[in-house]
């Protein structure tokens, strides 16, 4: 166990490593003055400078630290702030080189966008590991280490993340494309910054061995890229409101335990693209799902404890479950803003993709609990509870409850008009509980065969239901 004095010397140190990573930020600014080619040989330069000479002496003031003779922390020769520079550098150069190779072609990749992730990678993340480290340099009264749970340095410096990343990629994007007079407006550059800086929490938010100076810049780099490529854009009080909206339902998800803190910032970042996109009732019914799932997991949790079927980490969702149950949702969310002349047969698919959803988890929770013997969908034969593909009286019922109870909900809450109440029961309702089915048949075969895992096939069956149901309407309609 490293000595409180060495703990604090390495604190020390990663805040001399994050000023370094702010004065690289302050780099973003130079961009409107200097060619993309410049930038590219001059963030070479740096990578360069950080793979042969890592120990010049600015370097390995802010970067490299030998221990100590006699030390008990086992450092590498290399310290990983060499490494973690490198990778930002890198990260940068990735992106410059995208961005100069989209010059031959109809794409672009402006400065802006760049400049803003950088912006969140460097001051976002910084202001996060600073909240993060100071944290810990607290003691008890006895002079021992505090131990703190994981949430309790990471929920906060998540969230410092999130503002100061949304602030510095704002004024980043604001100062590129004014200077280089692009003509994008500022609503277009806060909804960027707001996107990004959420994709940014959420990549540091999973654990992984990728360094968050690859994932961070380049996460939140190519998602505010798609986004800016769409040109569609709200006021800013608008996507304010729908951040706090987003953000404050996936905190009581995450203090009711039902999300982890990946999950947290994916459901934000769905909430504040569904509701920009759509409409927030459109992420209630989202919403729904997650609230049902999460409540219907422990249902005799312990009886599926006791069976070994029960969910992972007492059913607290992940960023996992959250975008293989919800990714058809989104994409269909944002059709709906750019198509709006296809609306009502989007609508009704992005109600059959919820409804699978829905009643896949339902069917999933409540149908291993029945006493009825459970048989293979594939074959009729019977199995054993949990097994894929298997189904059971009570999950089938249970699949139409759930998808019918989002039917009902989407005519409650005027997604469509109550005029069409029974229409759009009965094709949810189908889509959903054919889209269970569907999920089942996948878990039977691809699934069974090693070709898909549990998040694959709820990716695909929620698709399915989506397509399930967007016949139906043509077939009704």
Known sequence: M????ERLEKIEYEYRRQILHAAFGLLIFTFPFLDILTLLLLDFLIIIILVYFPEYPVIEKFLYRKPEPGSRERLTDMNDGVKSARNLALSVFIMLLISQVLEFTPLDFPLYVIGGAIAIATFGSGAASFIRHRKKRHFNGSGMWRKARHEQHILPSSIVMLGIGIIAAYVAGAWIAGWENLGISRNLIFFLAVIGSITGALFE???????DNISVPLGAGM????????GYSVPPSEMFMA????????????????ADLSALFSASLLGVLIIVFSDV????????????GGGFTRYKY??????????????VRSYENVFSNSMAALVLAVLYGIYPQYSEFIIFAYLGTVATA????????????????PIMITTLKPTYAGVDGAVTVLGEAAAILGSMIIGILAVVFGVLPADSAFIVIFITTAGGFLGTNADSILGATLQHRGMLSNSGVNFVATFAGALISGILYLIVA
Do not use: C, N
């Open 358 to 373: 829905t009643g896949d988890t339902l069917a999933s929770e409540i149908g291993t609990t029945a006493r009825s013997q």
């Open 243 to 258: 951040l706090m909206f987003s953000l404050v339902l996936g905190y009581l998800a995450y203090r009711a335990k039902i």
């Open 302 to 315: 312990k009886y599926k404890e006791s069976i070994g079927i029960a969910q992972s980490k007492d059913g």
């Open 223 to 230: 998602t505010m890229w798609l986004f800016h490529s769409f």
């Open 205 to 211: 938010s999973i654990p992984s061995k990728v360094d």
């Open 2 to 5: 490293p000595t409180i004095i």
């Open 281 to 292: 009732s459109w992420f209630i019914l989202l919403l729904t799902f997650f609230i049902l």
